[in-house]
């Protein structure tokens, strides 16, 4: 296969950016929050987790928390209990008050909104500071790197790299900066809709014209 240039895969890349706001115009985040906060509590809980459980389990613990402070003075066991099906529930627990009392001490109960400040609050790296700021502020500061999109990117032939923080560098050079927090919705959606990570449906893919499969094996 002839090797494609870089401005080959920039003006794919649009393409590709394209046709998914086309497929899913009505995508948005899964994660159910009606506030900062509770964006950052539910990503947080969301990790190695689908939003679904998460969106079950949040639906409790945001009657019997409001605010950070309430976060805070819930007894950790409590919190455990209602989070439990989320797996890895102590550490999720511990982080989520952790973040909590931080954001009491440091921004007043509210969430910062700076890639700094958040990755500086207990559970929070950069995929989850990342949701928060591209879905509660609308601020673009990175690409949310999940688990579909890092299969996605690959197989649509737009990174090689195999790391969250390299493929995500190589997307924010293909993705125009105010498409950022869309671009990752839209290959979550495909992800989970079409381009299954055992099973891709490629023979009706919206994107199939414009896929090259990197690694995917045909039927
Ligand atoms: S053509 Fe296949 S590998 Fe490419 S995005 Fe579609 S389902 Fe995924």
């Known amino acids: 296969m002839v090797r494609e240039t870089a401005a080959a895969r920039a003006a794919r890349a649009l393409k590709v950016l394209d046709s998914l706001a086309r497929t899913y115009p009505h995508a948005h985040c899964e994660l159910e929050h009606g506030t900062p906060l509770e964006l950052l509590i539910a990503t947080i809980l969301s990790a190695q987790c689908t ?13 019997v928390c409001r605010t950070a402070a309430d976060f805070v003075a819930l007894p950790q066991e409590q919190l455990e209990d209602i989070i439990r099906t989320t797996g890895f529930f102590r550490a999720k627990a511990r982080n989520v008050k952790a973040c909590c009392a931080a954001l009491v001490e440091r921004h007043r109960g509210e969430v910062p909104r700076t890639m700094d400040e958040l990755t500086k609050l207990a559970g929070v790296g950069r995929k989850t500071a990342n949701v928060v700021l591209g879905n509660a502020f609308g601020i673009n500061v990175g690409v949310v790197v999940d688990t579909h999109v890092q299969r996605l990117s690959r197989r649509l032939g737009l990174t090689r790299a195999t790391t969250p923080a390299k493929i995500e560098s190589d997307l924010m050079k293909l993705i125009p900066r105010d498409q950022w927090a869309m671009f990752s919705h839209w290959l979550i959606w495909h ?16 994107l199939a014209s414009l896929c090259p499969r990197v690694g995917v094996k045909l039927n």
Request: hydrophobic content about 25%.
């Open 51 to 63: 939003d679904k459980r998460v969106n079950i389990v949040t639906r409790e613990l945001f009657r």
């Open 191 to 206: 992800g989970r809709r079409r381009c299954d990570a055992r099973k891709p449906d490629c023979a009706h893919c919206e």
